[in-house]
C-alpha cells in the first residue's frame, strides 16, 4: 500500500466527523461524548492548520487518518507548548506504520517551527496509545485518576510529554504554519 501524506484542507472535514464520531461512540480513546458539525470540523481545519501541522494520511482513494497539533493552554505562557491528536480511521490497516508516518511528520514540523514541547492526553486503558508515545520518547508526567465520566466508568487521563528543542535556553517565537 502506497499511503500518502498531505496537508488537510478543510474538505477534509467529512473524514474527520466520519472517525471522530466512531471513536466518540465506541472507544474511550476521546473523553468527548458528543460530535461537533461538520462545519465546526472544517473551522478547525481552517483555524489549526494556519499555525500548527495538520496532516493526512491516504492510500488508493481511501482516507486512513489524520494527526494534528492545537494549543495546549490558552495563555501566552504556554505558546511554545501544543497538544497532539492523532485518529486513524477503524477500517485502516492496521501496523502498517500509518500512524507513525503521520506522528513522526507533525513532530518533525512542530519542531522546525520552534515548538519545545508535545503533549498527549491519553485514556489510562488506551495502552496502544501510552505504547505508540512511548516509542516517539514521549514520557509520562501525570495520572489524573478518574478524572472522566464514559460509557458508565471513570477514566483515568495520563499526561505523556516530549521535549523537541532543549529547554535550558530561552526559546525563539515559534513560527507558524501558514508562514514556512
Known amino acids: 500500500m502506497n499511503v500518502t501524506l498531505r496537508k488537510a484542507v478543510a474538505e477534509d472535514a467529512v473524514h474527520l466527523l466520519d472517525i471522530y464520531t466512531h471513536y466518540i461512540q ?7 461524548e458528543f460530535t461537533k458539525t461538520l462545519e465546526a470540523y472544517r473551522q478547525q481545519i481552517i483555524e489549526l492548520s494556519a499555525v500548527y501541522p495538520f496532516w493526512v494520511a491516504e ?26 491528536t492523532i485518529y486513524l480511521h477503524p477500517d485502516a490497516p492496521k501496523h502498517a506504520g500509518i500512524g ?9 514540523d512542530l519542531k522546525a517551527q520552534g515548538f519545545v514541547t508535545a503533549l498527549g492526553c ?3 486503558e488506551n495502552e496502544a496509545s501510552i505504547a505508540f508515545h512511548r516509542s516517539f520518547g514521549f514520557k509520562e508526567m501525570a495520572v489524573f485518576p478518574r478524572v472522566a465520566f464514559k460509557h458508565g466508568r471513570w477514566l483515568n487521563a ?9 529547554t535550558d535556553t530561552p526559546p525563539a517565537e515559534p513560527v507558524r504554519a501558514d508562514q514556512r
Open 26 to 32: 465506541n472507544t474511550v480513546a476521546t473523553f468527548h
Open 59 to 84: 492510500a488508493e482513494g481511501r482516507f486512513l487518518g489524520f494527526a494534528n497539533a492545537e494549543p495546549f493552554r490558552p495563555q501566552s505562557g504556554y505558546r511554545y507548548t501544543v497538544e497532539l
Open 100 to 108: 507513525r508516518m503521520l506522528y513522526k511528520q507533525v513532530l518533525d
Open 122 to 124: 491519553i485514556s489510562g
Open 158 to 166: 495520563i499526561w505523556m510529554r516530549k521535549e523537541l528543542l532543549p
